[in-house]
């Protein structure tokens, strides 16, 4: 089974919105880590959304206000909503968490999904 499954990319205009879902198959409650990431061509990836270990979230400077990122514990799923989508946002967009388990940390990462936004 994999253990993060991205879905909900796709193409949309400037100034659209486009919201992505994470299907994750592991216990949310040894996960310390979990959100989103992004690479666009030519660059290398940045964290877009977190949840932190702290319990809190961080945007990335350039999405703030714009993204938001959201958790559904009963169907163990991760979201991202994307407001005002610019064509700078056009990447691969990756679910990511890290897993804590007998003292050892594990990162997963999904396979990604496309958006793209046309300039």
Not at 24 to 50: C, D, L, Y
Request: net charge negative; proline share 4%.
């Amino acid at each position: 089974q994999v253990p993060l499954v991205e879905s909900g990319g796709g193409l949309v205009q400037p100034g659209g919105s486009l919201s992505l879902s994470c299907a994750v198959s592991i216990s949310f409650h040894s996960i310390n880590v979990m959100g989103w990431s992004r690479q666009a061509p030519g660059k290398e990836r940045e964290s877009v959304a977190t949840f932190t270990s702290g319990g809190g979230i961080k945007y990335a400077d350039s999405v703030k206000g714009r993204f938001f990122i959201s958790r559904d514990n009963a169907k163990n799923t991760v979201s991202l909503q994307m407001n005002s989508l610019e064509p700078e946002d056009t990447a691969v967009y990756y679910c990511y968490a890290n897993q804590l388990l007998q003292g050892e940390e594990l990162s997963y990462w999904g396979q990604g999904t496309q958006v793209t936004v046309p300039s």
